[in-house]
């Protein structure tokens, strides 16, 4: 009987994932429209320029600007792929080199088609990843790394989640004896999002030693490098 994850990533081999989606680029120009596209056999997400006369509608750009070098490219393999609570449409994938990527759909149903999609290929690859490195472990013990390597990203999830709570809730807080601007409340909210950020780090380390004992020193689609614009 087929799995839900070989379902999921046959459904995107037949049907590449690909739409228009808000790319939050920095505190200076905040959200930017890209066309994306998800590549299920070599687990890249690519993202392209829009044409200006396409901004806000799901039109794939010309021919011509999907065949030149994306504008940026994200390594799916060992992500971790997220909804945010701060609006029903907004998610984010926490990569392996400790990046981050904010994106933004058009509306709940279109995150949720995103979020399930990309976490199938990821999924795919992190496993195909694992499987292929070279380990000295025996097989038990390496399965054992494995799935402490699949508990990290799980917790990491979840970090990212109350990390983003504690955000909101210190925002919003509505008290007599306590403000937003509360100094003891700002240092906590910046002390959580700095040690989450550290174990995206410290994860993307983990990650990046499993690459350097593969037993292939061989050009891979994983040297590509990556640019967040």
């Not at 066309?35 to 690519?46: E, I, P, R, Y």
């Amino acid at each position: 009987m087929e799995s839900n994850l070989n379902r999921m990533i046959n459904q995107t081999l037949r049907h590449p994932l690909s739409g228009q989606l808000s790319k939050y680029t920095n505190v200076m120009k905040g959200w930017q429209y890209r066309w994306f596209t998800v590549d299920a056999k070599t687990g890249f997400l690519s993202y392209y320029l829009c044409d200006s006369s396409a901004v806000g509608e799901d039109i794939a750009p010309s021919p011509h600007v999907l065949a030149n070098t994306p504008r940026g490219q994200v390594q799916l393999a060992g992500a971790v792929v997220y909804p945010s609570d701060e609006d029903s449409r907004t998610f984010a994938i926490a990569c392996a080199s400790g990046d981050t990527v904010k994106l933004r759909a058009n509306d709940a149903r279109a995150r949720q088609e995103w979020v399930d999609g990309l976490r199938a290929v990821v999924e795919s690859h992190t496993m195909a990843m694992d499987i292929s490195n070279s380990s000295p472990l025996p097989a038990r013990e390496l399965l054992a790394a494995s799935d402490a390597m699949v508990s990290a990203r799980q917790a990491l999830f979840l970090t990212e989640q109350c990390n983003a709570s504690l955000a909101r809730a210190i925002e919003n807080i509505d008290c007599a004896s306590f403000s937003p601007t509360d100094p003891d409340l700002l240092l906590l909210k910046a002390i959580s999002t700095a040690s989450t950020q550290c174990l995206h780090q410290c994860l993307g380390l983990l990650q990046r030693h499993q690459e350097i004992n593969q037993p292939s020193a061989e050009l891979t689609p994983t040297s590509i490098p990556v640019t967040y614009q």
